[in-house]
């Protein structure tokens, strides 16, 4: 048989949870507000995936929120020569620790 190329082909270590780590994460990541302009990195929590999530190609890249969606965000990110917006649910962005420490 050929070798599928599906959405989320070879993303065995990239969507993978420590072992403490597994099952559904806390409730304060839905109660965090972001602001437009926030600085936020793209952590994809595999444990979510109903909503938001971001192709794989975008894990662990670093966007400015532009505006929002719905429940979700909108995340313009720096790809090669180019930018793209992203429509990423709260679960899978978190605030970047350089841009905390400038507020």
């Known amino acids: 048989m050929t070798n599928h190329k599906g959405y989320r082909n070879k993303t065995r270590s ?3 949870k420590n072992v403490r780590d597994r099952g559904l994460g806390s409730i304060e990541k839905y109660l965090i507000d972001y602001e437009l302009g ?3 990195d793209v952590i994809t929590d595999p ?6 999530m971001p192709h794989r190609r975008f894990h662990g890249l ?4 532009v505006g929002d ?4 965000y909108l995340v313009e990110v720096k790809l090669g020569n180019s930018k793209k917006t992203l429509i990423i649910g709260k679960e899978h962005i978190r605030l970047n620790p350089i ?3 400038d507020k």
């Open 62 to 65: 670093t966007g400015t929120i």
């Open 47 to 52: 444990s979510q995936h109903k909503r938001g």
């Open 38 to 40: 926030d600085k936020v």
């Open 14 to 16: 990239r969507h993978r």
């Open 69 to 72: 969606r719905g429940r979700c």
């Open 99 to 101: 841009s905390i420490k």
